[in-house]
């Protein structure tokens, strides 16, 4: 089993930045894949980014390109989001998301079902 605690969420005036942090804890060496989702009020939980955890591989939903990044501290066990330039429709309830499924290609990590492991959320919200 893996557990996962994200921190980092807030209040942030548009463009703005913030940085997520996702602690992962337990079965470590089973992880294959990290993501990011996010879900807004009355919307399914959307993809946001994916990094591979042995190579550092990165994917991005294009509403985040260029925006965002996804990192990854092994030694620290640790995801991080860091999101510049933060817009009004990135207002959210921000998910990481861990699995031990292999594809062949990180652009397979973008839906919900592909991740076995979720942490609790945390709220980004971006207002004046």
């Known amino acids: 089993q893996v557990q996962l605690v994200e921190s980092g969420g807030g209040l942030v005036q548009p463009g703005g930045s913030l940085r997520l942090s996702c602690a992962a804890s337990?079965?470590?060496?089973?992880?294959?894949?990290m993501g990011w989702f996010r879900q807004a009020p009355g919307k399914e939980r959307e993809f946001v980014a994916a990094?591979?955890?042995?190579?550092?591989?990165?994917h991005y939903a294009d509403s985040v390109k260029g925006r965002f990044t996804i990192s990854r501290d092994k030694a620290k066990n640790t995801v991080y989001l860091q999101m510049n330039s933060l817009k009004a429709e990135d207002t959210a309830v921000y998910y990481c998301?861990?699995?031990?499924?292999?594809?062949?290609?990180?652009?397979?990590?973008?839906?919900?079902?592909?991740?076995?492991?979720w942490g609790q959320g945390t709220q980004v919200t971006v207002s004046s």
């Open positions: 998301a861990a699995t031990g499924r292999v594809y062949v290609n990180l652009s397979s990590y973008s839906a919900p079902e592909d991740y076995d492991y």
């Open positions: 337990g079965t470590i060496f089973s992880i294959n894949t």
């Open positions: 990094i591979s955890w042995s190579g550092g591989r990165t």
